[in-house]
């Protein structure tokens, strides 16, 4: 009789797997299916947009920034230049008046001038090469002229023909110079 007992309990999973292939089962299976693929469709087209806002994004910002370096490289000298227009307006203004008084106070006017002209520049961080205890430095200096000696060991500025400048230690213009050189033994 156990044998009997058995059986049905076999007939039981064969007949709810039966079930669970019915038609109306595998329909159900579908439909979910095909609910979960619209919610990924969806969830994907959500992704891409998103994706395609972020892309169009990056490239406005590209084109901002393009556009702000631009501007940036077309005005940067603006406040230089109104520095320099003071400067141009004292010269007018000094021009205009030479005649008028002795050559003294137009002298006089042209140092201001200067003075003016190179506080400016040192404003802006330009700073004239000092010539240091005559010795050439080939990284400041430009060897304009050279002129053999017997009385040096190693080159040797004698004389500044054009001053030199650097913008926040970085060279802009070397120092022309006239320089000192040992005399070649032949």
């Known amino acids: 009789m156990a044998t009997k007992t058995a059986s049905p ?7 709810s797997k039966a079930a669970q292939s019915s038609p109306q089962a595998l329909k159900d299976k579908l439909k979910k299916k095909d609910a979960h693929l619209k919610l990924l469709k969806k969830e994907n087209e959500k992704l891409n947009e998103l994706h395609l806002r972020k892309m169009a994004d990056m490239e406005n910002l590209k084109k901002r920034l393009e556009r702000e370096k ?15 227009f003071t400067v141009l307006d004292n010269f007018e203004r000094a ?6 008084g002795d050559g003294k106070s137009f002298r006089e006017g042209v140092e201001m001038i200067y003075k003016q002209y190179q506080d400016m ?17 080939p990284h400041l ?3 304009f002229i050279t002129e053999e000696s017997e009385d040096v060991q190693e080159p040797e500025i004698i004389e ?9 230690n970085r060279l802009l213009r070397p120092s ?4 000192a050189v040992p005399k070649k033994s032949e």
């Open 121 to 137: 520049l040192v404003k802006f961080g330009a700073r004239p090469i000092e010539i240091k205890g005559k010795k050439f430095d």
């Open 176 to 179: 022309l110079v006239k320089v």
């Open 160 to 168: 500044e023909l054009q001053k030199g400048y650097t913008l926040h």
């Open 141 to 143: 200096h430009q060897a």
């Open 9 to 15: 309990a076999k007939k039981t999973t064969k007949s």
């Open 95 to 100: 021009l205009e008046s030479r005649d008028e």
């Open 70 to 84: 631009t501007e940036f490289y077309q005005y940067a000298l603006s406040e230089f230049l109104k520095e320099l």
